[in-house]
């Protein structure tokens, strides 16, 4: 709830250097996502701001705002976590913000009156592991004395299952038909009166659903749907878009492009956590704000027989969410542990640092080149990027030419539409990953 304050605090602050004119929320947006490490692409997922029809006890409406603080795309549907405000009759010092939980569906049709709600929590998310939700209303609401636990059981179970077709014309819980909102395994006892004294608490999850879905149809998957209003982008914007969209460099059929030094010394970074000017980045800056090669021209690289494609996190993480033809190579189940020299129960190939790696076997370099060939270009990720530099110290350290080799950062930043063709996401297995080496001749005490 805390992080919401920088994010109104950003809003403000655009709003203030515009001038005279009031940034639209398109611009505000954009510039949440591409002002920090937020949005597509990034180590972030994408946020937002949007609005929603908050309605009252007394039925009178104002446009509020609600925070999309979470937008992350799965294999047949998108999980949001949302912001808002829903009781307004009480004191500012206890009117806490809700955050709810849902995953909306990415139907087959494409259109976005099929999208259907797959989840809805204000406690854990879809998968239960994760705390995603936040009742931040009245419990007991007080003039109905219906209680929080009344609303998860009763009410919004209702809501599961139903398209956007459904929702979008219903205004208030009085829209709803009662019959429908009693159909279902254990509802037929279930009655809409229950909640008349809760109207605001319930009324607002209704809004703010429909403020949801309306910005799901933002998304790429709904692009050729007829019924939404396409508004046309800025001149600059789409400019941005094309030059984004160009490949790197044009050349004959059948040829590769040139590939770029893997440090892109244009680039500027702050070189130590501490420092207050940015330096710029330099061959030996092996980091991935530094590289050449990021989510933004990645795909113009890939499915290059003349590279080799490198994935470092653990085989769970692997089988969650991967980009295609990447092999695995668990680099801390495998490659490095610090303990790794000096504790015989760590098969890993180095201890010590990653930039003086001790060797634990003898066959610890002859295996690193066979895993990550000398005389191959090697594309690396992980997560976010930070153990592809740890691995490039390694390289480094035990005399790979680090020309042929490029951090592309992490499976945190390919989260743009231009990636989902190339990404799984569907697990088909559950491993418990043992890593061991046998039958080499270990070195280190």
């Known amino acids: 709830m805390r992080k919401l304050l920088p994010l109104l605090a950003l809003v403000l602050a655009l709003t203030l250097v515009s001038g005279a004119m009031a ?8 510039f949440l996502n591409n002002s920090a490490k937020l949005g597509p692409n990034s180590k972030a997922n994408p946020v937002a701001v949007i609005p929603f029809h908050h309605i009252d006890g007394p039925q009178e409406e104002d446009l509020f705002y609600a925070f999309v603080n979470f937008k992350y795309q799965a294999r047949g549907y998108i999980k949001y976590q949302v912001s808002y405000v829903s ?23 494409g259109l976005l009156d099929d999208a259907e709600i797959r989840t809805l929590s204000y406690e854990k998310d879809g998968t239960g592991k994760y705390q995603a939700g936040f009742w931040g209303d009245s419990n007991p609401v007080p003039t109905g004395g219906q209680t929080y636990e009344m609303i998860r059981d009763q009410y919004l179970p209702y809501y599961v299952g139903k398209t956007y077709g459904e929702l979008k014309t219903l205004s208030t ?10 159909a279902g395994e254990g509802r037929a006892d279930l009655t809409l009166d229950t909640w008349t004294g809760a109207t605001v608490s319930v009324n607002n999850v209704l809004r703010v659903l429909q403020a949801i879905f309306e910005y799901h149809g933002t998304d790429a998957h709904f692009a050729n749907d007829p019924s939404l209003v396409k508004t046309e982008a800025p001149k600059e914007e789409a400019a941005k878009e094309t030059e984004k969209e160009a490949p790197a460099v044009v050349v004959a059929a059948g040829e590769l492009a040139p590939l770029p030094a893997p440090v892109d010394e244009t680039k500027t970074f702050l070189k130590n ?50 980009l295609r033809n990447f092999e695995v ?21 180095y201890g010590g640092t990653t930039k003086e790696p001790v060797p634990v076997y003898e066959e ?36 790979w030419d680090m020309s042929k080799v490029y951090n592309i950062g992490g499976m945190a930043q390919f989260s743009g539409p231009e990636y989902r063709d190339l990404i799984v996401d569907t697990p088909e297995m559950i491993l418990t990953p043992v890593y061991s080496m046998e039958g080499l001749t270990r070195i280190a005490p």
């Not at 940034?23 to 954009?30: G, K, R, S, W």
């Not at 790794?340 to 190939?349: G, N, S, V, Y």
């Open 23 to 30: 940034a639209t929320l398109p611009e505000v947006n954009d």
């Open 87 to 109: 009781c307004t009759c009480r004191s500012a010092d206890v009117n806490y913000w809700s955050t709810m939980y849902v995953d909306l569906t990415l139907p087959e049709s």
């Open 173 to 182: 819980i009085a829209d709803i038909k009662a019959e429908d909102y009693a």
């Open 273 to 322: 956590k501490d420092d207050k000017e940015e330096v710029p980045c330099t061959p030996g800056d092996f980091g991935p704000t530094c590289s050449a090669i990021t989510a933004e021209n990645l795909k113009s690289y890939l499915n290059r027989p003349d590279v080799y494609y490198i994935d470092l996190r653990d085989h769970n993480d692997y089988m969650k969410k991967h």
């Open 329 to 349: 190579i668990p680099f801390f189940g495998l490659i490095f542990n610090a303990n790794a020299h000096t504790d015989a129960t760590l098969p890993q190939l």
């Open 364 to 399: 610890s370099d002859s295996i690193l080149e066979t895993l990550f060939p000398k005389d191959k270009t090697l594309f690396i990720m992980c997560q976010a990027g930070g153990r592809v530099g740890m691995l490039m110290d390694i390289l480094a350290a035990r005399g």
